[in-house]
């Protein structure tokens, strides 16, 4: 891994909801024993204020839910498709597990409507992808093994292990679907930021967004469900998450 990439991932988890507000609580606390007692109460109601907000289902919902809302669900049926890319996601290769357990809940979801957008085209290539992060298999790999599991061809699978991120996803797949017409799947909150990393390599595949987090039920749901919870804290990083990765694209300059 580049310094520069170790570099941003680094400041982007340090950036994300959890240990940003958590060090604004820790530096209020500071300024209390510092007996500055106005600047600490302020950081340290406002951060755990925000903490608490950011864990209940209205907030994480409100902040997802923009991202997931850009492009309607892809219809499998709708015209030919020649590639089908299906964007790495956080793995853990024990291979004490059972394969699918080595999957993320976002890898899995990705992987799964790959597989079914294949037997639905049975003529497309399966361009999957992602690194190993460190662990003893990269995504590409697991992503595969799935997708053979599950029917595939070996010869349709095009595994692409070495991006580390969806700049270098982009980057590495535009070349291989140039003239083609081509469906990319990841997370729905992902795709916006996906398609606009495409978009920047001269690419333009068909969007299909799946793992929709921002779910509302149609009937009234009980009042604990306003409660905080850790799912819904996990929701909201993930919409921050995305919204740090805009930002990085503006500054330079995608």
Do not use: C
């Amino acid at each position: 891994m580049s310094p520069l990439f170790l570099a941003k991932k680094w400041l982007g988890s340090l950036l994300l909801p959890l240990p940003l507000l958590l060090f604004l609580a820790l530096f209020g606390v500071f300024l209390l024993l510092m007996r500055r007692r106005r600047s600490g109460m302020v950081f340290v109601t406002v951060s755990l204020l925000a903490l608490v907000l950011l864990s209940t289902r209205p907030v994480a919902n409100a902040l997802i839910a923009p991202l997931e809302s850009t492009y309607a669900t892809f219809d499998a049926g709708s015209q030919p498709i020649d590639d089908i890319i299906v964007l790495g996601a956080a793995q853990v290769a024990d291979p004490r597990l059972p394969l699918l357990s080595q999957l993320g809940n976002a890898a899995l979801a990705r992987i799964s409507e790959g597989v079914r957008l294949a037997h639905a085209h049975p003529d497309a290539r399966l361009i999957v992808s992602g690194y190993a992060g460190g662990e003893g298999r990269s995504s590409a790999e697991l992503y595969g093994e799935v997708a053979r599991a599950f029917g595939i061809e070996a010869a349709r699978i095009v595994m692409l292990p070495e991006p580390q991120d969806t700049a270098d996803e982009a980057a590495a797949i535009t070349p291989l679907i140039a003239g083609r017409r081509a469906v990319l799947v990841t997370s729905a909150s992902h795709l916006p930021r996906a398609m606009a990393l495409f978009a920047a390599e001269g690419a333009t595949p068909l969007p299909a967004p799946i793992d929709h987090q921002a779910k509302e039920s149609a009937g009234t749901l009980p009042l604990y469900t306003w409660l905080p919870r850790a799912r819904y804290l996990e929701r909201s990083e993930l919409a921050w998450h995305e919204y740090l990765g805009r930002l990085w694209m503006r500054l330079n300059g995608q």
